[in-house]
């Protein structure tokens, strides 16, 4: 188990897994029982998981309780998400196949990334509103800026004996689209777009103040505001939990897409 690299079982790393999980947790009993760090920063464990019953009896009459809001800030993230998922190709595509416009654009699109989205948030409310396109732009943008140079690098990698092979076998341009890049693009990409998703709930707290209202994001903003630190820890391990969930949905619907991927190599 302890060499380098040493591959371990699914028992084994599901049990070191828990293990973790518990040290953690007793770690964190330790600090805040000795009061090592002060509760009003680290509030206690169980003080945590108890907040759990306040919020979801706690009924806005608008947005419902905490789950309802959840759901809420998970349409936000997957609407926004497929959005950016399907500009970012459209745009990589074009960028990573035509020189010319790439070196007409290429500079800037990779420039845009080092812009802070909190800066020019008034921007999005000025072009879509304070409601919920806005917060989806607002979502999809932080997704596209690092998405698109994403789908450029992987269209480089493309090898080129492929593209020999598919002219030899008088393939169109569009041809070598359609079955040369995009299949290993694709192929490729999927994985930078699985990584990418914990960006947009970054964003969701930014999103959801900019008018105060809807999902989990305005309710840990609401908690920290009013010091109730406990329910802004559960509402946190909350966001943690569902990104980690759809973390695993997307890699196993990978795996079904990109089998080929996920095979352990021979050698």
Request: avoid cysteine; glycine fraction near 6%.
């Amino acid at each position: 188990m302890w060499k380098l690299r040493e591959p371990l079982t699914k028992r084994q790393n599901f049990w070191i897994s828990v293990l973790g999980l518990v040290a953690i947790i007793m770690l964190w009993h330790v600090v805040t029982e000795m009061k090592l760090i002060p509760r009003s920063i680290l509030p206690k464990p169980l003080d945590v998981a108890k907040s759990y019953e306040y919020l979801t009896n706690k009924h806005d009459v608008q947005y419902g309780n905490v789950w309802d809001r959840l759901w809420y800030s998970i349409r936000l993230n997957l609407l926004g998400y497929g959005e950016a998922t399907i500009i970012s190709l459209v745009l990589g595509f074009i960028f990573g196949l035509f020189t010319p416009i790439r070196a007409f654009f290429g500079l800037y699109v990779n420039a845009s990334r080092y812009i802070p989205l909190s800066a020019i948030a008034g921007i999005f409310v000025a072009m879509f509103g304070l409601f919920d396109v806005m917060k989806t732009q607002f979502l999809a943008a932080g997704i596209i800026v690092y998405l698109v140079p994403l789908v450029v690098a992987r269209i480089d990698e493309t090898m080129q004996i492929h593209l020999d092979t598919a002219h030899t076998l008088k393939a169109s341009s569009l041809q070598k689209v359609t079955s040369v890049f995009f299949p290993n693009v694709l192929r490729r990409v999927s994985s930078d777009i699985i990584t990418l998703t914990a960006i947009s709930w970054t964003y969701i707290i930014m999103a959801e103040m900019m008018n105060s209202t809807g999902g989990i994001g305005t309710m840990v903003w609401e908690a920290g505001r009013r010091s109730r630190h406990e329910q802004a820890y559960a509402l946190l391990f909350l966001i943690v939990f569902v990104g980690f969930v759809q973390d695993k949905l997307l890699k196993l619907l990978d795996q079904r897409l990109f089998p080929d991927k996920y095979k352990k190599s021979a050698v």
